[in-house]
């Protein structure tokens, strides 16, 4: 058990639909980090915050969004669902989020797009 | 930004038998990580090389970081079905954008 939770464990929706991920990140963690998993593309970097301010992005889609609260949990939303978008959404959480430091993988959110 | 190609995709190796992942980029690296992720889990932290010519160990598992610091490898040996699972190594950038390298699926036959 890494500490980072993420929930739903599993999302099933149709395409157009719109849908929020959630992750709490582990206890005294300021970084908390979206990624994208697919068989064909691997694990994918999406966007990162730091102390509630956007750190980095990566690959994410106009139609993907995030946002990181006060308390640091942080919510994915991603909306006009493409068929494409089905894969496995992880959450990581590390200390500092200023240098590569260790990353702590949370369960993961199959999303299934019908 | 930053590539990192790993390789092989898969092996396949018969219980006790060793196996070794390779992770390659064109530029210098500050530093890389390496990941496991067993079958329906998710990523867990190995280990981080940071210095030129570094060489960790982890019980059957030698992590090495190249002297020019632009490839890495993760040598197991004597395999076990416990080690099944895709093994990821990772880098992070000027900008500290991560990057993940496809990873190795290891398939370990009893």
């Known amino acids: 058990d890494s500490g980072v939770t993420q929930t739903p464990k599993h999302l099933i929706t149709a395409t157009g639909q719109r849908v929020t991920l959630r992750c709490s990140p582990r206890?005294?963690?300021?970084?908390v980090y979206w990624y994208q998993q697919s068989l064909d593309q691997g694990l994918q970097f999406l966007i990162q915050?730091?102390?509630?301010?956007?750190?980095a992005k990566g690959n994410i889609l106009e139609r993907f969004s995030a946002q990181q609260f006060p308390d640091l949990h942080s919510e994915l939303n991603l909306s006009s669902l493409e068929l494409g978008d089905s894969a496995l959404y992880f959450c990581?959480?590390?200390?500092?989020?200023?240098?590569?430091?260790?990353?702590?993988f949370g369960p993961g959110t199959r999303l299934t797009v019908l | 930004g930053q590539q990192v190609m790993q390789i092989p995709q898969y092996q396949h190796v018969q219980e006790g038998e060793d196996f070794t992942t390779y992770c390659n980029s064109s530029t210098t690296l500050s530093n890389i990580q390496w990941y496991k992720q067993r079958p329906g889990g998710h990523p867990v932290f190995l280990i981080q090389l940071v210095k030129s010519g570094e060489v960790k160990k982890q019980k059957r598992l030698t992590f090495q970081f190249g002297e020019a610091k632009k490839n890495s490898s993760l040598h197991i040996t004597a395999t076990q079905t416990t080690d099944v699972g895709t093994y990821f190594c990772?880098?992070?950038?000027?900008?500290?954008?991560?990057?993940f390298g496809r990873g190795t699926s290891l398939i370990v036959h009893p």
């Open positions: 206890s005294g963690d300021l970084s």
């Open positions: 915050y730091y102390n509630g301010e956007e750190r």
């Open positions: 990772a880098i992070a950038g000027g900008s500290y954008i991560p990057t």
């Open positions: 990581a959480s590390s200390v500092v989020g200023t240098e590569p430091d260790t990353q702590y």
